[in-house]
């Protein structure tokens, strides 16, 4: 294995590892112990995040990033695209029940998605401002959802996001 595909198969295992350790218990998290480990998962998510940032290509931090994106929706929330396979309308709709009406919705074969808060359970209590690099796991968290729905490839744009200093989290998606 040479260096670059251990970078990235690391990312992959570390991010999935991190997860589980911030998930691992409610009780947890919201005693001192748990605020405490998911200050540590949140410092090395960041540390990981400079160490790609200096190490590794944009592409390959982009596809690494989506494919961890990915990989989040197929644990959870991607029994909801199943739900609406075929009706992108449907989906829309339920997701603009959690998000707003403005915020999930589509004209034509244009999608646009945004939200307030970041849902990241990573860190979305924290950091404030993340590396760029990170928030395209949202991008391919929306694409598989959106081509689980659709049956094809779709293209998402992210436009801005709260980890990265804006606002809001905003995503044009092409279907």
């Known amino acids: 294995m040479n ?9 992959r295992i570390a991010l999935g590892t991190a997860s589980l350790v911030v998930l691992e218990s409610p009780a947890r998290a919201q005693s001192g112990q748990g605020e405490a480990k998911q200050k540590v998962v ?22 690494i990033m989506e494919q ?7 644990r959870g929330a991607i029994s909801l695209a199943r739900q609406h396979q075929g009706d992108l309308d449907g989906l829309l709709s339920k997701l603009a029940g959690h998000l707003g009406p403005d915020n999930a919705r589509r004209d034509g074969s244009k999608v646009f998605i945004s939200y307030s808060k970041c849902f990241c359970p990573l860190v979305g209590a924290g950091p404030e401002r993340l590396s760029d690099t990170y928030c395209h ?22 436009k801005e996001s709260i980890k990265r200093g804006a606002s809001s989290c905003r995503f044009e998606a092409i279907v």
Do not use: H, Y
Not at 68 to 74: E, I, L, Q, T
């Open 68 to 74: 961890c994106g990915r990989d989040c929706a197929k």
């Open 137 to 158: 796991c949202s991008r391919g968290w929306l694409k598989e959802m959106l081509e689980t729905v659709t049956g094809k490839p779709v293209e998402v744009a992210l």
């Open 3 to 11: 260096r670059k595909e251990f970078l990235q198969q690391a990312g």
């Open 42 to 63: 949140q410092d090395w998510i960041v540390s990981l995040l400079k160490n790609m940032d200096g190490t590794l290509p944009e592409s390959e931090r982009i596809r």
